[in-house]
T-cell receptor, first 108, second 114 residues
Framework: RKEVEQDPGPFNVPEGATVAFNCTYSNSASQSFFWYRQDCRKEPKLLMSVYSSGNEDGRFTAQLNRASQYISLLIRDSKLSDSATYLCVVNHPNDMRFGAGTRLTVKP | DAGVIQSPRHEVTEMGQEVTLRCKPISGHNSLFWYRQTMMRGLELLIYFNNNVPIDDSGMPEDRFSAKMPNASFSTLKIQPSEPRDSAVYFC????????????FGNGTRLTVT
């Protein structure tokens, strides 16, 4: 079993749609969690950290469920510019493990 | 502030040649990571350093791969001899030494071994 598993995707949604991604992790000792965004032929870039109480950044909401060992990312009112691959990241200190990524395409 | 700096951006080499990838982490960051990304396998952690010391190299594919961090501002990943299956994008990333610090990636080196 992979340490970090993500929804396989791809997700193809119309502009304005709400889309959610899930990610499960196997190491219960994991301490911090992140969502990254990667555009084609570019490096991954931090989208947002995921806090225990859940957190929101504009149209993006991240949640953590430690009991079930999963994190989620919700994108509301999706834009064409949201098209990218979204990677969940799980850290048990200084050992960052990435999910395989979920490809999102937002269409006009 | 400069981000993580990698060189070269692109490398094309022939099978059997030695390849050296370079990375300069963000100043003040104590942890450095080398990742490899391919379509088939996604983003794989190869090795990471903390305070210049290799902590976990279990992701290094085989003895052909080696990594060093002689000081806090420089690291290398070497492949000798290179093989076509090593073709991938190699990313270096750094983070501050706190449990909740995110990674900051360099632009990557796109390696093609023919």
């Amino acid at each position: 079993r992979k340490e970090v598993e993500q929804d396989p995707g791809p997700f193809n949604v119309p502009e304005g749609a709400t889309v959610a991604f899930n990610c499960t992790y196997s190491n219960s000792a994991s301490q911090s969690f992140f969502w990254y965004r990667q555009d084609c032929r570019k490096e991954p870039k931090l989208l947002m950290s995921v806090y225990s109480s859940g957190n929101e950044d504009g149209r993006f909401t991240a949640q953590l469920n430690r009991a079930s060992q999963y994190i989620s990312l919700l994108i509301r009112d999706s834009k064409l510019s949201d098209s990218a691959t979204y990677l969940c990241v799980v850290n048990h200190p200084n050992d960052m493990r990435f999910g395989a990524g979920t490809r999102l395409t937002v269409k006009p | 502030d400069a981000g993580v700096i990698q060189s070269p951006r692109h490398e094309v080499t022939e099978m059997g040649q030695e390849v050296t990838l370079r990375c300069k982490p963000i100043s003040g960051h104590n942890s450095l990571f080398w990742y490899r990304q391919t379509m088939m396998r996604g983003l794989e952690l190869l090795i990471y350093f903390n305070n210049n010391v290799p902590i976990d190299d279990s992701g290094m594919p085989e003895d052909r791969f080696s990594a060093k961090m002689p000081n806090a501002s420089f690291s290398t990943l070497k492949i000798q001899p290179s093989e076509p299956r090593d073709s991938a994008v190699y990313f270096c990333a750094s983070s501050a030494e706190t449990a909740n610090s995110p990674l900051h990636f360099g632009n990557g080196t796109r390696l093609t071994v023919t």
